[in-house]
């Protein structure tokens, strides 16, 4: 699935907390070369730092909270109808703590990218930073990768490592992880938003 050449990408952000990974988005959104734009950020929780974050920028930021819809399924169809009534053309996850249903997913194959803090398929899911340092593992790292309709199983497009220090904890390795989904997630974007990206199967091309 490629975007459109020459296209400014009308990005939909999908977020739960902090949201440090959108403000990447938004910094590198800002710049005027950049080939997308973010056009819309929801958040299933009210008080999440995200939404501000949006706001500051001037860009549309909406709490869409889960329990004004009777199942996941009704939810994710208010998701769709936000997204595309925003002409969003590619959606990210950041820091959204929803598993997205099939149907949600099918959508927007294609046009769904994670950030995930380890280098994948090594553990998915959550806590990966503390999975790694129970499994002792030398090398961590971070990786954004497609949507599928698996946790964390998706095609990746941009990994990079982090080594694991012998005193490291699972907040100084978060840390250093964090700093490399900032650099790699808006790259990520640009890559889609610029048409070079192509899924066939499980591996994608960058062109």
Known sequence: MTAAPGARVAVGVLA????????AILDAAARPDYPAR??????????????????VCGVPA??????????????????RRLLEDAGVGL???AGFMRILTPGFVRAWAGRILNVHP????????LHAQRQALEHGVRVAGATVHF????VDTGPIVLQASVPVRPDDTEDALSARILAEEHRLYPEA?????????TISGRKVTIR
């Open 38 to 55: 973010v056009a819309l950020v929801v958040s299933d929780r009210e008080q999440a730092q995200a939404l501000e974050r949006a706001r």
């Open 16 to 23: 739960s907390g902090r949201g440090s990974n959108l403000q």
């Open 189 to 197: 974007i640009r890559l889609f938003a610029e048409g070079k990206l």
């Open 147 to 150: 949507v599928d309709e698996g």
């Open 62 to 79: 909406v709490w869409a909270n889960p329990k004004d819809f009777g199942d996941r399924t009704a939810y994710d169809a208010e998701l």
């Open 91 to 93: 959606v990210c996850l």
């Open 118 to 125: 380890s280098l994948l398929p090594a553990f998915p899911g």
